[in-house]
């Protein structure tokens, strides 16, 4: 009897020092590993009228959280946020903690792409746990576009009218007037929205065309009848055609704020105002003297920022650093920033290197997505996004001490901006001695 009550007792034993070590929050864990108290984790809306300015019904609970490594696309590891567990063991080093809710399509029905940052990386150290103490602001991150028809348009138009809206190269979706869906494309720099179709009997087509597209924003566009003038004897004017308003409302959704637009009216071409051939005779400005622009202006601050043409393979033009030196780039367009590619070449600034500080050797200025954050804190960016802007200084003042650190040598910030009228490339090549 007391052999059994022994064997018995050491069993118990046995049991409780597994059950203690299974709590333990390292224990067989790699010698790498760190945790992450994920249980204080918030995911919070930018303002908590969001959802209802964009017109969706999104729950945080959906939303998917990724951890990612500062130098890596792949997420090491996403969770549901719902079903996200108290505690994530994570690989020590840097990273980026995403949420996201929906998937960044070129263009879809219904499809809402919210994407919120924690805003500064976080650092998982090894054999220790980590806190996040700041909470995740998720904003829609895409553009919607609803289009209408007045009740008068309505009945004129034919069942086959609609208006294409394409935003970016080829990302479109069709509205026709009974489409009541709205449509979310990805952002880009501008939006056409083509009528075509048949309106009272006559073939008709028009082309309105937004320029500077966010993402967050809202396009509702209203397109709205005017009929043709009449002349002395009753008879719809030939030469005036059928017109039509296209009243457009432009809303930041994410901050709650309207956009002022050009929402001027645009005449719909029909076949009472087709020209003959001889209209080719008389294209619109024969006379203009001024020659297309060659893509945007790039130039140094001051004298001393001296840029070199093209990449960083051709002949450069090293820039001595000296202390208290002012470092900006003036880029001009005269049409609007299109593409703003800033490419870092350097020996030290590795992509590696980069990561560990939230950045990366390929800076999209236009669409800096992850990296908005760190751009703006280094004063690389003013704003979100570069995309329409016709002025922009490109300062590399405070990253001039990131640079200093690694002593003598060179480093090359090669710049590819480009508007509607080209593309140029320039070099700013830094030396330290």
Request: charged content about 25%; glycine content about 8%.
């Amino acid at each position: 009897m007391k052999k059994l009550i022994y064997i018995i007792m050491c069993t118990a034993v046995l049991f409780m020092s597994q059950s203690c070590s299974k709590e333990a929050p390292f224990s067989g864990e790699e010698e790498t590993m760190g945790q992450v108290l994920t249980s204080d984790l918030l995911l919070e809306f930018i303002n908590e009228d969001l959802q209802s300015r964009a017109g969706t019904e999104v729950n945080l609970a959906d939303f998917t959280v990724a951890f990612r490594k500062n130098t890596e696309q792949t997420p090491y590891v996403t969770y549901k946020y719902s079903e996200m567990p108290e505690v994530v063991s994570l690989p020590a080093g840097l990273y980026r903690v995403e949420a996201y809710y929906g998937e960044e399509v070129s263009a879809e029905w219904e499809a809402p792409y919210y994407f919120g940052e924690l805003a500064d990386p976080l650092t998982i150290t090894a054999k220790k746990i980590t806190a996040i103490e700041k909470p995740v602001k998720c904003k829609l991150a895409n553009v919607k576009v609803s289009v209408e028809f007045n009740d008068e348009l309505k009945q004129l138009m034919s069942a086959d009218s609609k208006v294409d809206v394409t935003v970016g190269a080829n990302a479109m979706l069709s509205f026709t007037k009974n489409e009541s869906r709205n449509g979310f494309f990805k952002a880009a720099n501008t939006m056409i929205a083509d009528f075509l179709g048949n309106i009272n009997g006559q073939e008709a087509k028009s082309n309105k065309r937004y320029n500077d597209v966010k993402p967050g924003t809202h396009y509702h566009i209203m397109f709205v009848y005017k009929a043709a003038e009449i002349v002395g004897d009753g008879k719809i004017d030939s030469a005036g055609g059928i017109k039509v308003n296209a009243q457009v409302t432009v809303t930041d959704v994410n901050e709650g704020t309207n956009i002022t637009v050009d929402d001027g009216d645009e005449s719909l071409e029909d076949d009472r105002n087709k020209g003959g051939d001889d209209d080719d005779d008389n294209p619109e400005n024969p006379d203009d003297p001024t020659p297309p622009a060659d893509g945007p202006v790039i130039v140094g601050g001051n004298e001393v920022i001296v840029l070199s043409d093209g990449d960083a393979t051709g002949t450069l033009k090293p820039v001595v650093v000296t202390d208290g030196m002012e470092c900006v780039i003036n880029i001009t367009s005269t049409t609007g920033i299109t593409q703003f590619i800033a490419d870092i070449k350097s020996p030290n600034l590795t992509p590696e290197e980069l990561g560990t500080i939230g950045l990366t050797d390929h800076l999209d200025l236009c669409n800096p997505g992850q990296y908005a954050a760190k751009l703006k804190g280094l004063g690389l960016l003013k704003g979100d996004s570069v995309s329409g802007l016709t002025a922009v200084d490109f300062t590399l003042t405070n990253f001039l001490p990131m640079l200093a650190v690694f002593g003598e040598g060179q480093h090359s910030f090669v710049l590819t901006v480009g508007d509607e009228s080209g593309t140029t490339v320039k070099t700013l090549t830094l030396k330290f001695e």
